[in-house]
């Protein structure tokens, strides 16, 4: 098991923390800043599921005008390690 900790671009998140296991799954994704019930909902969401599947759902997600969102920048965060 790996814990990461990512520093998000462009999003209200600041930071996402989570644990890989050696089979790709994430666990205890935890965001610091952003909206944080939509966040606490993502987070329960995702939990246990393969990094691959997290990026399917999640990535190109974007907020308002942004060109990201808190949730794509999670689908960012699990392929990056």
Do not use: H, P, W, Y
């Amino acid at each position: 098991m790996k814990e990461i900790a990512f520093k998000t671009q462009g999003s209200c998140a600041r930071t996402i923390r989570f644990t890989k296991s050696d089979d790709g799954r994430i666990t205890d994704i935890v965001f610091s800043g952003g909206c944080n019930g939509n966040l606490k909902a993502i987070a329960k969401l995702c939990d246990g599921m393969t990094a691959e599947e997290i990026a399917a759902k999640l990535a190109g997600n974007t907020c308002g005008f942004k060109k990201t969102s808190c949730a794509d920048q999670l689908a960012k965060a699990v392929m990056s390690e």
